[in-house]
């Protein structure tokens, strides 16, 4: 058995919610310049430069990417071999999502969902727990902006739906979000479990490699499906028209009942923020 401190997890998270906020990912970067490669609007291509330019900055100045710093989601592999010691595992995170975001100004978020009063310091984080082999704390941060979670959908099809129904969904999705989530979006796409299983699977997508596939090759085709339908859409970067609507479709799969085939999209914007390290 090994001895964690809570103290090492809430300053790990500190040091994650200002890192995922002011340094773009290399798989993002690489998506950007193969988009720009790609793409066949002047305005388009205009606008992608804006967005590398942006984030250089924000890398370089060490700033936020985006005015939205995000509702802190907060991903824990824990290893079952592990002891945490020196207090609670979800006050500890929260602590360091204070830390985080009141050390490294960025934006405070988070409010009562009726009265509107901010909580001031972008707590609580919303925390999904898996315990795993092992004796070591895996923490993954993945900021999460308004504009594009709201654009995001859960449907609980008809089995009969099939493949063409889940296709259908998330183009559909893609198509009426628009503009709203600042595109090129990531597409997590979740399919099966529950209605709320089915939500996490979509918002896990997302953390994954942007551009890697899915190990079936099945889905890893479902997934090379829909990118084509929604870059047809004409969207494009930013809304102003193009071929790069979405830089990726990512699908995550549980088993499903047999009188149940739910499916969710989770929107991810351009500015795809995730960060982890492991204690």
Same mark, same amino acid.
């Given at each position: 058995?090994?001895?964690?401190? #809570?103290?090492?997890?809430?300053?790990?998270?500190?040091?994650?919610?200002?890192?995922?906020? $002011?340094?773009?990912?290399?798989?993002?970067?690489?998506?950007? $310049?193969?988009?720009?490669?790609?793409?066949?609007?002047?305005?388009?291509?205009?606008?992608?430069?804006?967005?590398?330019? =942006?984030? =250089?900055?924000?890398?370089?100045?060490?700033?936020?990417?985006?005015?939205?710093?995000?509702?802190?989601?907060?991903?824990?592999?824990?290893?079952? &071999?592990?002891?945490?010691?020196?207090?609670?595992?979800?006050?500890?995170?929260?602590?360091?999502?204070?830390?985080?975001?009141? &050390?490294? /100004?960025?934006?405070?978020?988070?409010?009562?969902?009726?009265?509107?009063?901010?909580?001031?310091?972008?707590?609580?984080?919303?925390?999904?727990?898996?315990?795993?082999?092992?004796?070591?704390?895996?923490?993954?941060?993945?900021?999460?902006?308004?504009?594009?979670?709201?654009?995001?959908?859960?449907?609980?099809?008809?089995?009969?739906?099939?493949?063409?129904? #889940?296709?259908?969904?998330? #183009?559909?999705?893609?198509?009426?979000?628009?503009?709203?989530?600042?595109?090129?979006?990531?597409?997590?796409?979740?399919?099966?479990?529950?209605?709320?299983?089915?939500? $996490?699977?979509?918002?896990?997508?997302?953390?994954?490699?942007?551009?890697?596939?899915?190990?079936?090759?099945? /889905?890893?085709?479902?997934?090379?499906?829909?990118?084509?339908?929604?870059?047809?859409?004409?969207?494009?970067?930013?809304?102003?028209?193009?071929?790069?609507?979405?830089?990726?479709?990512?699908?995550?799969?549980?088993?499903?009942?047999?009188?149940?085939?739910?499916?969710?999209?989770?929107? =991810?914007?351009?500015?795809?923020?995730?960060?982890? #390290?492991?204690?």
């Amino acid at each position: 058995m090994r001895e964690v401190n #809570v103290a090492d997890i809430t300053a790990a998270i500190a040091e994650l919610s200002m890192d995922a906020n $002011y340094n773009l990912g290399d798989d993002v970067y690489k998506a950007f $310049y193969d988009a720009l490669e790609k793409e066949t609007s002047p305005t388009g291509k205009n606008v992608l430069e804006q967005l590398i330019t =942006n984030a =250089n900055i924000a890398k370089e100045e060490q700033v936020p990417m985006c005015q939205d710093t995000g509702y802190a989601v907060i991903f824990v592999e824990l290893g079952q &071999d592990v002891h945490l010691v020196g207090g609670d595992l979800n006050e500890a995170i929260f602590e360091g999502v204070r830390k985080g975001y009141g &050390d490294g /100004y960025l934006r405070k978020s988070i409010c009562e969902p009726i009265t509107r009063a901010n909580t001031k310091d972008n707590t609580p984080a919303i925390i999904h727990v898996d315990v795993v082999p092992g004796d070591k704390v895996k923490l993954t941060i993945a900021p999460k902006g308004g504009g594009s979670e709201n654009m995001s959908a859960v449907k609980m099809l008809k089995p009969s739906d099939g493949a063409k129904g #889940v296709v259908d969904f998330v #183009v559909d999705v893609a198509s009426k979000a628009g503009s709203n989530p600042c595109p090129p979006i990531i597409l997590g796409v979740g399919i099966g479990g529950t209605f709320e299983k089915v939500a $996490y699977l979509a918002k896990k997508a997302l953390l994954r490699e942007l551009g890697s596939s899915n190990p079936d090759p099945f /889905y890893a085709a479902m997934e090379k499906e829909i990118l084509e339908k929604v870059n047809k859409l004409g969207i494009g970067p930013q809304g102003f028209g193009g071929r790069t609507t979405a830089l990726a479709v990512h699908i995550e799969v549980f088993p499903a009942h047999i009188a149940s085939f739910p499916a969710a999209v989770n929107i =991810n914007c351009h500015a795809a923020r995730h960060k982890e #390290v492991t204690i």
